[in-house]
């Protein structure tokens, strides 16, 4: 059986905000999403005005339901 390190090693990172870098856009924050075999994370085509509305609506349904859209084009 495996270790507890090497099943962590292989699960996929949470999706996760964080503020957007691109300046056209400075001062909200973007929702990125970690996709397996890809080296950066997608980026959600929303701007949310604070971090807290971006970790919402990760947590929502309408989140939850983009990101496993996400997820399942990026197979």
Same mark, same amino acid.
């Given at each position: 059986?495996?270790?507890?390190k090497?099943?962590?090693k &292989?699960?996929?990172?949470?999706?996760?905000?964080?503020?957007?870098? !691109?300046?056209?856009?400075?001062g909200?924050?973007?929702v990125?999403?970690?996709?397996p075999?890809?080296n950066?994370p997608?980026?959600?085509?929303?701007?949310?005005?604070?971090l807290?509305?971006a970790? &919402?609506?990760?947590h $929502?349904p309408? $989140?939850? !339901?983009?990101?496993?859209?996400?997820?399942?084009s990026?197979k």
């Open positions: 059986m495996g270790s507890m090497e099943k962590r &292989n699960q996929l990172p949470p999706p996760y905000a964080a503020e957007t870098k !691109d300046v056209r856009f400075a909200t924050f973007e990125l999403v970690p996709v075999g890809r950066k997608h980026k959600v085509p929303l701007q949310f005005e604070t807290a509305a970790e &919402n609506w990760i $929502g309408e $989140g939850r !339901d983009e990101i496993a859209e996400i997820l399942r990026a």
